[in-house]
């Protein structure tokens, strides 16, 4: 029945716009929940037959399902095994952004096309139309002014590991909510994710992020490959970072018995406000881990 779901999910997800949107973030959940009910050799055989299967769908359906049968089957495996929702989740994520880089990696051995350059090339064209359009309205614009643009595009495209970190945490969150709220509704053990305020960092973390900052003061040749692999890594410990100012906030609330409107709001808002607001929540979150904010905090109360 699970297999069956599975299909008609991935049939929705390829071939029907707007929805199939929604039926991607379902995709991942039989799967998950087969692992999860019945373990790792009945899970590779089921991983196995639907793979089989998903041809039926086309070659866009066996690239699909790989991508992310991949994440989905370590999740299962986690969860079945009773570790915590958190590490399942960085399972999860871990086995989302291998199957997303498979995926581009056999697209482009399929198309012949790389499809990061070929994004790149046509921002790159989209922008130099726009000033010629500007320039034929005569509206001038500095060259210094095109020289950030151009250099933010080429930013973008370097930080593309990172974003596909992101959107594999992201993806990884929301499939397994999803599996563990089926879960719970035909099972006596439920699963949840425990409450966001206990989210806390390594301290790992910190000195990766201040090493990765040190390092970029430096001049790297942006054409290297040590580059991309120092920004890549600083952007992603900056993130987990602002994470972790997020869950202070929530901790804090808790511990003052604050309505959990506030931190919800507070999130809210520096997201929508942008780099300013975000820079100050990541600072929390380094003072947070560097300085035990939380352990002092309940020692005062």
Same mark, same amino acid.
């Given at each position: 029945?699970?297999g ?11 071939? *029907?716009?707007?929805?199939g949107?929604?039926?991607?973030f ?14 790792i ?5 089921f ?5 089989l ?13 790989l991508?992310?049968?991949i994440?989905a089957s ?16 960085l399972k999860g ?14 697209t ?8 990061i ?12 139309? *726009? ?11 500095p ?12 930013y ?43 989210f806390?960092?390594? *301290?790992?973390?910190?000195f ?10 430096f001049?790297?040749d ?8 120092? *920004? ?15 869950a ?24 929508l ?18 300085f ?8 005062k109360?």
């Open positions: 029945m699970l069956g779901i599975y299909l008609v999910l991935l049939l929705i997800a390829i071939y *029907v716009p707007f929805i949107m929604v039926a991607y379902v995709l991942p959940v039989p799967i998950i929940l087969y692992w999860l009910r019945h373990g050799k009945p899970g590779f055989t991983s196995a037959a639907i793979l299967f998903s041809i039926i769908a086309s070659s866009a359906g066996v690239l699909t399902t991508a992310t049968a994440g370590m999740t299962g495996y986690a969860l079945h095994h009773k570790q915590s929702t958190y590490e399942a989740l994520t871990v086995g989302y952004a291998l199957g997303a880089t498979i995926f581009w990696v056999l482009q051995a399929i198309t012949g096309i790389n499809i350059d070929a994004a790149q090339t046509t921002m790159q064209e989209s922008m130099q139309e *726009v000033r010629t359009q500007m320039n034929n309205l005569g509206v001038t614009t060259e210094d002014r095109w020289t950030q643009v151009t250099e933010m595009i080429d973008i495209f370097v930080l593309v590991p990172t974003l596909i970190a992101v959107y594999s945490f992201l993806y990884a969150f929301v499939t397994q909510w999803l599996a563990q709220k089926v879960h719970n509704r035909k099972s006596k053990e439920k699963i949840l994710y425990p409450p966001f305020r206990r806390n960092l390594p *301290v790992i973390v910190l990766i992020y201040f090493i990765g900052s040190f390092a970029r003061w001049d790297i942006p054409n290297g490959g040590l580059y991309p692999f120092i *920004v890549n890594i600083t952007e992603l410990a900056g993130i987990l970072l602002i994470i972790q100012g997020f202070f906030m929530f901790y804090f609330a808790y511990e003052r018995k604050l309505a959990k409107v506030f931190p919800i709001l507070t999130v809210i808002f520096s997201i406000l942008g780099p300013i607001l975000l820079y100050l929540v990541r600072i929390l979150g380094i003072i947070d881990i560097g035990r904010l939380r352990e002092r905090l309940s020692s109360k």
